[in-house]
């Protein structure tokens, strides 16, 4: 679980988020809010797992509406990706990509794609190990690095972009300097969305253990910082 420093960042992101809710006109909860709920506030692995769920459902409840949804689309396969994390299921993890794979064919220029399909992959090898983890799910470090590179180029002046990828590089590599650069970069990117702002805000944290060459605090903090990171024993 997540110790001292960890739990503090998790604290900042959930009152940032928080904030962020109750300066927020009312409106129905979207399946992307679901998520990023879970992802980042839900401080049980039980109740940040039914509410994957619940985001899931939702996103199949609007693609039996609009079968052609992307949001719809995007948000069921991340609801997927993100229960096969919470759970080990080796079928969500698989049709999360595949799904992923299916979006980013249809629209290579897809940023949001490109960086979930990124992070699936990328995720997928820390947790299970290069060899392993292709064997048993098809993830490959390569492909992972490769799609978040695409999504930095085609996501514009957003933090989300570099952060997110700056996190899953320097969770995987703490000396990696492309990661380092994005971490960079996402502290001076633009923020429209709460999804920016913590990332951005992540990105800041790992800077602090970067400059002072603390790679063992950069790893972890870096996982600690991703979705569900604060969940993680390692």
């Known amino acids: 679980m997540v110790q001292g420093g960890g739990r503090r960042a998790g604290l ?7 904030v962020v809710a109750v300066g927020a006109p009312a409106r129905a909860e979207t399946a992307r809010d679901i998520l990023i709920q879970a992802s980042f506030v839900d401080t049980d692995e039980a109740s940040a797992l039914k509410r994957v769920s619940n985001a899931y459902a939702a996103a199949v409840a609007a693609l039996r509406r609009a079968p052609e949804d992307h949001e719809a689309l995007l948000m069921r396969a991340t ?23 299916a979006l980013t064919t249809q629209n290579p220029r897809d940023a949001e794609a490109q960086l979930a399909l990124g992070a699936w992959h990328v ?10 983890g292709r064997a048993a799910v098809g993830a490959q470090r390569g492909v ?9 180029a085609l996501g514009g002046d957003r933090a ?3 952060g997110l990828a700056a996190l899953l590089r320097l969770e995987l590599e703490p000396g990696d ?20 702002r913590i990332l951005q805000r992540g990105a800041g944290q790992v800077l602090v253990p970067l400059r002072t060459g603390d790679m063992r605090t ?16 390692d």
Request: glycine share 10%.
């Open 177 to 196: 300097p492309r990661g380092r650069t994005l971490a960079e970069q996402a502290t001076r990117a633009a923020t429209p969305t709460a999804l920016d």
């Open 123 to 132: 995720g997928a090898v820390k947790k299970l190990g290069m060899f392993v």
């Open 79 to 101: 609801a997927l990706g993100y229960r096969a994390k919470l759970t080990g299921n080796r079928t969500d993890a698989v049709s999360a990509r595949r799904q992923l794979e």
């Open 12 to 18: 900042a992101m959930a009152i940032g988020i928080a």
């Open 218 to 233: 950069v790893r972890r903090l870096s996982s600690q910082l991703l979705p569900f990171g604060r969940f993680d024993d």
């Open 160 to 162: 989300l972009y570099p």
């Open 144 to 152: 992972g690095l490769a799609a978040l590179d695409k999504a930095v």
